[in-house]
Structures are given as structure tokens and as C-alpha cells.
């Protein structure tokens, strides 16, 4: 049994994987109120709500009206470089404290299910040999996944003492047409033809489509067995780094340059170079087990890892052609 199409709220609404969750909500039949930081274009039959930065915003109510659920994806993410003095004080007051007010401002307004997008950087930065599941504690190693970890508690404290039925997803590394950050800068280089020293490097690491990202977002709205639940998810075909650079080479329509260099060598030498975090991506396993979704909620994704980096390819393709 699914809950019937409703209004839906989606903070993040612009972004990567917001633009994904607003298409997939449409097709499932629901409406879609966006919550935009600043205004844009219009999408049909969507209604959109312009509030600024979320961290001034100090009264949801008028947003809230008619609201059956709330997916909130807006978040300060990780930043490899980062530029402000006190990094953990601003993910707190971005992931954790709006996500607190938002929610609170939700059970106040009767909104039945309240969705969070939170991160598989709960569990840590290296799954050790096995996969992560839900049941291991949390363990994050720095401000972005603390701030999650953090975000994940409060929203447990509000459905404990109201009515808001919490459902939280924690996925990987999100990819598709239009990805930015990490993945962006990586699939540029492979593009552009760039020798990687990661042909010698056999980690497992997990990876969640966002049309399947979104999709999971639409199940934990619609299934009654979501409420008070949290969900890894991924596309359950873990690759190493070398297979990823393979196969983003192939989307992209070149053929991989990799350079076989030991992976301890090679995180020795970015370890030197003060690169020993983004070494550690491209090196560790971080492995998710996102079987308790599939069971639970009977989800299965609906794109295959290779359909997803091939859509992928394509996106990274026509912003090129469109720039010249």
C-alpha cells in the first residue's frame, strides 16, 4: 500500500539532485512546491517559494500550507578546500539548525512525512572489508558528516514528541548529467585525455545514480514502512576507482589513460603533497550495503549502473557542445 499523491515541499529544489527529485515527484503524479534561494526558471505545474538563504528564514508557515511532505535536500556539503575560520560552526548552522527549525515548523503545520537526505559519511570514510549497514554506529571524520550525524538526531527528537514521520537516506557518492564537485573535476580530466595514477587500484567503492537517488526519495514519501526509518541506497554495483575512470572515459567518448602506480605510493606521495584526503577517496573502500531499503520498502533502482554512467557521459558531452 502507497500513501495517494499530495503536496510536496522540496527545499534544495534547484540543485543536482533536487532538479532529479522535482522531475521524479512530477511523474509519480505529485504537486511540488520549491523552495528556491533566489528565483529562476519556471518549471509547469510547480509552485515556487523564494526565501533567500535558509538560515535567515525564521517563520515556514506560509511554505507549510497544505504541505503533505517535506524532502529537504538543501545542505552545506563537503568542501575539500575549505575558506571559512570555523567550518564546524557553519555546517551546524546550515545542516543541523535549519533542519531542526524546518522540521519543527513542519509537526507544527501537520505535515505527515518529512524526508531527509543525509550521507553515507554518518557511517565514516572507509567501510574496513564489509559493507556499511545501518546497524553500525556512526562514525564520521569530519564537520560535514558530524553536521549530518547532528541534523539525523534532532530530526529524532521532533518525530518522538509529535506527530512528523522522519524518513532519512543516506547515500554515497551521487552521479548524472550535470554532477558537480569531485566527480565533475574527475570526468573533466578523463575528457580531456589526463594520465590518472589509479590503474593499479582495486578499492570497492559504493555509487548511487541520482534518477535513483530520486526515486528512493519518492518510495520513502509514498510507503507507509518508511516512517521512522533510515535507508543507505546506492545502486548496489560497487567500482573501483580504476573501473570509474574506465568507464567515465567510455561515456565520455575517450579511451582511459591510467597509469599503474601502487596505491601505498601513491598515497605516500599525496600524503607529501597535502592531498592525503582526496588520496584517500580515490584509494579507500567505502562500501554500502543498501539492502534494508530494498527489503523494507521493496525498492529496487530503477537505473542500472551502466544506463546511469552513460546518462552521465551524455550530460558531461552536451554542456561541452553548448559551450562552443
Known amino acids: 500500500m502507497t500513501v495517494a499523491p499530495g503536496l510536496v515541499l522540496v527545499t534544495g529544489a534547484a540543485g543536482f539532485v533536487g532538479r532529479a527529485c522535482v522531475d521524479a515527484l512530477l511523474r509519480a503524479g505529485h504537486r511540488v512546491r520549491r523552495v528556491l534561494r533566489s528565483a529562476g526558471p519556471r518549471v509547469e505545474g510547480v509552485e515556487d517559494i523564494v526565501t533567500g538563504d535558509l538560515v535567515d528564514v525564521v517563520d515556514w508557515s506560509d511554505a507549510m500550507r497544505g504541505v503533505d511532505a517535506v524532502v529537504h535536500l538543501a545542505a552545506r556539503v563537503h568542501v575539500m578546500r575549505e575558506t571559512v575560520a570555523d ?44 559493507p556499511f549497514t545501518e546497524a553500525d554506529p556512526p562514525a564520521p571524520e569530519d564537520a560535514y558528516g558530524e553536521s ?43 575528457a580531456r585525455g589526463v594520465p590518472l595514477p589509479v590503474g593499479a587500484v582495486r578499492n570497492r567503492r559504493s555509487l548511487v545514480f541520482v534518477g535513483n537517488l530520486a526515486d528512493a526519495i519518492v518510495r520513502c514519501i509514498e510507503s507507509p514502512a518508511a516512517a521512522g526509518r533510515t535507508f543507505l541506497v546506492d545502486d548496489g554495483e560497487p567500482r573501483s576507482t580504476a573501473q570509474l575512470v574506465s568507464d567515465l572515459a567510455r561515456a565520455a567518448g575517450r579511451t582511459p589513460r591510467m597509469l599503474p602506480v601502487p596505491p601505498a605510493l601513491l598515497g605516500r606521495v599525496a600524503g607529501w603533497l597535502g592531498q592525503g584526503e582526496a588520496a584517500r577517496r580515490l584509494l579507500d573502500d567505502f562500501e554500502v550495503d543498501s539492502g534494508a531499503l530494498r527489503r523494507t520498502l521493496g525498492w529496487t533502482p530503477p537505473f542500472s549502473y551502466a544506463e546511469g554512467i552513460d546518462a552521465t557521459g551524455r550530460g558531461y558531452r552536451a554542456s561541452r557542445a553548448a559551450k562552443v
Do not use: M, W
Not at 503545520?109 to 572489508?129: C, I, L, N, P, W
Open 148 to 190: 549530518k550525524r547532528d541534523a539525523e538526531a534532532a530530526l529524532a527528537g521532533i518525530a518522538a514528541s509529535t506527530r512528523l514521520e522522519v524518513a532519512i537516506l543516506r547515500p554515497p557518492l551521487v552521479y548524472g548529467p550535470g554532477v558537480g564537485g569531485n566527480l565533475h573535476t574527475l570526468l573533466r580530466a578523463v
Open 87 to 130: 567550518p564546524s560552526a557553519v555546517f551546524r548552522r546550515i545542516n543541523v539548525d535549519v533542519t531542526r527549525r524546518l522540521a519543527e515548523a513542519a509537526a507544527r503545520a501537520g505535515v505527515r512525512r518529512f524526508v531527509f537526505v543525509s550521507s553515507a559519511k554518518v557511517q565514516g570514510e572507509h567501510s574496513a572489508g564489509r
